[in-house]
Every structure is written in C-alpha cells, then in structure tokens.
C-alpha cells in the first residue's frame, strides 16, 4: 500500500474512528485502526466492538485532490499512537507506505516514523445490514434528541436495558425514552420514511453509543439515514458510517406512568427555577442525597429548601403562577436540574399529582419533550 | 457583625483567599476562611498553615461604595461551601449578617443561607513580619520568573530543599534556581532595594506556594514588594498579602555545575525544534523513559530519532548552525520540552562539552536564564 493524503482532512477522519476505539479491549487487533485505500479512495475503520465507526475519503471533494493512491493495500496502525502522530506532522501532507511484514512509513515534512502495524486480515468486518427499517432525521434533530434523553439513561448495570434509549414509533411519530426507574426523559419527533407504514418498538440504543454519536454529526440540518436490525442499528452520513449494537431484553412500558390528570400545577420561568435549584443543590449535594423541598406558600410564591445538617440551611421564595391545590413535596434536585438544562422553552409547569406520586415538568408553549420525576420520601 | 457588599468584588476575593485553603488539612478551623469587618472594610484570611493569603477590601474605591458596615465583627465560614456560594448567588450585593453561636445569614436577592460559623478566636493569627529584607519587582516579572523556573522543581520528598525555588542575590541582581539534579532553570532579573547593600542567600520558596502566587499575581508591571525573614516570605500587592513558609536545609551551590567551556554549540530554532522533539516524544513515552536520541550529521544537519520497540521508530532531521565537534548524545525529551516550553526567544544555542557531560540551553539574544541538564546513558 502507498498513497499520499491532506494532513488536515486526515486528521479529522482519524480522530472520527478513534472514538469508537477503547484501550481496554480484550481483543487486540481492535486497539488499531484498519486503514483501506483501493482505487476511490481510503476507508478507515475503529470498533470496540459494540461501536464501530467507517469514514471514507475520497480522491478528491469539490475538484480538490485529497488523496493520491500509488498501490491499493490495507494496514492495521495501533489508534492511540496513530492519531497522535497524525496530529503532530509538520508537514501539509502525508505520505504512508506499508512495505514486507506490515511494516509502515510515513512521511511528513522532515519526519519519519516507522510503525510495526497489524494483519489486516485479522480485523473484524462489519455487519452487512439488510436496509428495511429505515428511516431518515436532520442531523441537528437527531442531536438535541440524543442530548434530551441520553443524560437520563441508567449508569447501574442491574438492569442491563435500562442503560439505553428506547426507540419507538406511534402514530408515525419517533418517541425516544429514557428512564434509570427515578426519573424519565421523553422526546418526540417526526420522521421520514420510505415505507409510510413502518412502525417498531423496543429499539434500545446504548446511552453510551448515542454519546459517541452526538460527538461525530455536525450541527446542520443534512439528513441521515437510520437502519434498524434486529441486534443493531446503523447511521449513515455522507462518507460516515456509525453501528451500534442494541440493548437485549424488554425496555418498561412508559407510556402508562405519565400522569394525565392534575392536582398541582405550577408555571415557572425555567433558567430562575434552575438557578434556585442549584443554589439549593450547594447544600443538599453535601448529605449526598440531593434531597430539595417545594412548598407552595400564600400569595403565588413557591419555597424551595434545602438542609445540610453540618453546614446550614438555604432558603429561597420564587414567584410562580399556580393552578390548584396547596403543594408541599421533596425531590432528587439533581434530576430535575439535569431535566431544566436540556429544556430550550423559557417556561414551564410542573404538574403534581400528589406528594407521594411521580410528577411531571414540560415546556408551556408545545408537546415534544416532557420529563417525569419521582418524588423523594423524607420521613 | 452586620455588612453588605458588592458580590462581584467580594466573589473576588473569596476565590483569592480560597486558593490557600486546603481540604484535607488536619487543623479543623483553617477549612474556612476568616472574614473580618471593621471601620476600614472587610479582611478575608486563607490558610493551610505553608501558605497564608490576606486580601483587604476597602469601603469604597475609585468613589464607588463596595461595603457598608453596619455593626463590626468575625467570623469564620467554610471556604468550599461559601466560595460556591456566593458565586452562586442572584443579587448585586450580598449581606452578611453573623447573630449568636456564629449563625451566619447571607442574603441575596430572593436567596436566604444560613450556615453554621466558626470561633474566629480560634483561627491562627498570621505571622508578623519584620520588613528588614525587602526588594521589588514588578508583578508580570514576577510571574515570569516563576513560570521559567518552577516548573524544574523536584517533586520528589526525598530532598525537601530541591522542591523549592531557590533565592539569592548575586552583585546586586536576583537569581531564581530550580533543579531536581537532573536538570536545572536558572533565571536572573534585576530588583529594586530600600538598602543597596542588601544580599541574601538560601531563601527557598515551596514550589506549590510559587504556582499558587502565580495564579493571583496580575500581568501587569504594578510594583510587588518581597518581604524574607528567616523562615517566611510575603508577597505584598495592593490589599492582597500572600505569605508563605520557607524550606529548611541547604540549597545546592548550583553555579559551579554549569560549564562554561563548548565542544560542540548547534544553534537551533526554539519552536520547529520544540515541535520535532514532542514527535520523538510520541513513541519515548511509551517506554516511559523519554529518551531522544540526538546526532550531528555532515551539511548542517541534526538527526532526532527515538525508538519504542513495540511502536516504532521516528527520525527527523531538521537544519541547524553548527560549531566545533561532532556529537551524539541521549537525553531525557520531556525535560528539554519543559525548558523550551517556557524560552521566548527565537533561536536558543544548545552548548555540549561532551557525550557525558551536562549540557546548556539558552536563548541567543540574552543571558538572563539558561536551562542545564544531564545526559541520559543508554548503553
């Protein structure tokens, strides 16, 4: 194999597939990066094997050459290594050249490494999908979805499905869920589809996969096409591949926990409310507990609270606007702070349906996300 | 003890303070930070008993009003917890209100705290200094100075001395050593003294209490006076005084290391030259022994190479200017990375007297530091 290639696009595509490489695989040709040039360009691949990521280069983009291949070949390079040379060469190209033994040059400016790489042959190839379930999103759609509900995934592995993001559909809609059983995050969008009719449900994406994703696509509204699998799921960007395997086992039917009645509701300015909580989260992180207070006082204020036996007590009054009945209930400020950090609407309710019943907060002014909290027992 | 103040200058301050405080000291009181107000303003003291820092806030500057004091006082409050709050806090200003049994209330805006104080009899007083050994320097020389030289300080506890940076006078100017025996900074500046005559010797300044001055002195050439007693320095600036504890034992006589005779002298562009040696780093590292290989070749050239067994092997030749000898020698890249890292010069001259020899770095268009290091054997 011997091509030369633009240092900065290079660099760009490498580091996109190193993110799917971890250190502590147990297989080791996976530390590598596959790194493929045949006669349309170069195709580089990372896996961990519960992520893989494939970018392609091509010879040129917009009548610019990017890449020039002398002999087509493939080489496995170590990730970590590979990405932090690739970074640092001086020079505004890179020449690699993989000669007897996988022994591989590159050359760049005045520099010249000399790596031991890897048998190609023994790198895993990716699942071939059969492309049935397919829909499509804008790529910004599709990140402020992931980062609504991601953060709300589970981080205990008691039970295994619950670290991921349920995907659904219903009445054509997408409906992505995520719930640790504490709290739930759920987020609606439409969808385009080639076959009106298609309807799934139980599509559970590892929270730790959609992360990585978020990471990659860019914030425009170019669409992307999202393949679903029986055991895994594909997102297809121009040049860009991104697998993932699905959660096994059955996601909770959520649907039934959201309250549709009210006793309480209470309309506050979201980024204020946020602020408050934080204050009060000062204190309450302290007993580790998290623990804040709401009570519903006279005159259209709202108290929150919050105790740290050793250190003190912080109080504050905020203005709200209320419907219903007086209201006195504790909670895990965190979550709700984590939920008011992704909500983009100025304002919300918060919809109680008693002291000791799950409630729920939701932009004012439409439908698409709503996040359901349990509340905390502090007697 | 009753006081409102401006929140943005005090948040100031608070974070001044708190950057002497540490977590995990084992003398209960000095977690928090003493606060004092009487008819001048307000006095905030930090401690972990190596480093002490007093800032002062007057009752109003430039004929703005930044404190009221209505009832004078002290009291000590936990610096973690009341750094984060009052940053945290919603008002313009804030007001502190200390009642019985060191109940402290702070109010802002809708926030309300109370914590739980401290006995401010018991906080340690500071030490009183007498101001007999005293120069100047302006505070961006200062900064500079600590950034050239502490960086080669030891961070190792088996010769306490070597952890500091060491002080003395030498014909009237001031020269900053810092050596951890295998490599050496070494950086001269001009002071101004009360007593011309004034000489000192052996004043060795913890390396940590240097970063920390660091951070609070500002980039400007406003004069900071140096106070040295036998055991102490203080650092005085406008309202801010920062002390801190000297190390015991001799300091190395340092002058007599540095060759003053050349075998061999390659003058060498700081930057291009920084950069090939973080490329040989790559693979060095791994061995985790840093080792850079550097060679002289015929037509003006120098060969950088390093090698890790199981990665690779880089080299790089890179142009240079070059009197006396040929010449071949291994040494440790991170600390010639360190060294360079902090040069602002151009174009430094490397100064060899031989293979096994220690070696000088410095800048070519003055001498007011030089960096010297020990050559790493590897056969």
Redesign the interface.
Same mark, same amino acid.
Do not use: A, M, Y
């Given at each position: 194999m011997r091509f030369s290639i633009n240092r900065d696009r290079f660099v760009q595509d490498v580091q996109n597939v190193t993110k799917a490489v971890s250190s502590r695989t147990t297989i080791p040709i996976l530390t590598g990066i596959k790194i493929v040039a045949d006669h349309e360009g170069i195709t580089l691949t990372g896996s961990d094997s519960d992520i893989s990521i494939e970018t392609f280069i091509p010879l040129e983009e917009e009548g610019t050459e990017i890449v020039k291949i002398e002999e087509q070949g493939s080489i496995v390079l170590?990730a970590r290594?590979f990405a932090?040379?690739v970074k /640092?060469?001086?020079g505004e190209n890179i020449e690699l050249i993989v000669q007897d033994q996988f022994a591989?040059t590159i050359r760049s400016g005045?520099?010249?490494?000399?790596?031991?790489g890897l048998d190609p042959e023994e790198y895993p190839r990716l699942p071939q999908l059969e492309e049935d379930l397919l829909f499509r999103l804008p790529q910004d759609m599709l990140k402020n979805v992931i980062r609504q509900t991601v953060f709300a995934v589970s981080t205990q592995e008691t039970r295994p499905v619950l670290t991921g993001v349920n995907l659904e559909t219903d009445e054509g809609v997408l409906i992505c869920t995520a719930t640790d059983s504490h709290r739930l995050a759920m987020r609606k969008t439409t969808i385009e589809k080639n076959d009106e009719g298609l309807t799934f449900s139980n599509v559970v994406i590892p929270g730790k996969s959609l992360t990585e994703l978020s990471k990659i696509i860019e914030d425009n509204n170019e669409l992307i096409d999202v393949v679903v699998t029986e055991n895994q799921v594909l997102f297809k960007m121009k040049n860009l591949l991104f697998f993932s395997r699905l959660l096994e086992g059955k996601y909770p039917v959520t649907k039934s926990m959201i309250p549709t009645q009210s006793k309480t509701t209470l309309r506050l300015k979201t980024k204020?409310f946020l602020?408050?909580l934080?204050?009060a989260l000062?204190?309450s992180r302290?007993g580790k507990n998290n623990v804040i207070n709401l009570k519903t006082l006279e005159s259209g204020l709202v108290e929150i609270t919050s105790i740290s036996p050793?250190?003190? /007590?912080?109080?504050?009054?905020?203005e709200t606007h209320m419907q219903g009945e007086e209201m006195r209930i504790s909670f895990n400020g965190k979550n709700i702070i984590d939920a008011l950090k992704v909500i983009d609407s100025e304002e919300i309710d918060i919809v109680f349906t008693g002291a000791m019943s799950p409630f729920v907060i939701r932009p004012i002014d439409h439908d698409h996300y709503l996040h359901l909290f349990s509340p905390v027992r502090t007697y």
């Open positions: 170590q290594f932090e040379i /640092k060469l001086p591989t005045s520099s010249v490494f000399n790596l031991n204020p602020q408050t934080e204050r000062l204190l302290e050793e250190v003190g /007590k912080v109080t504050e009054n905020i």
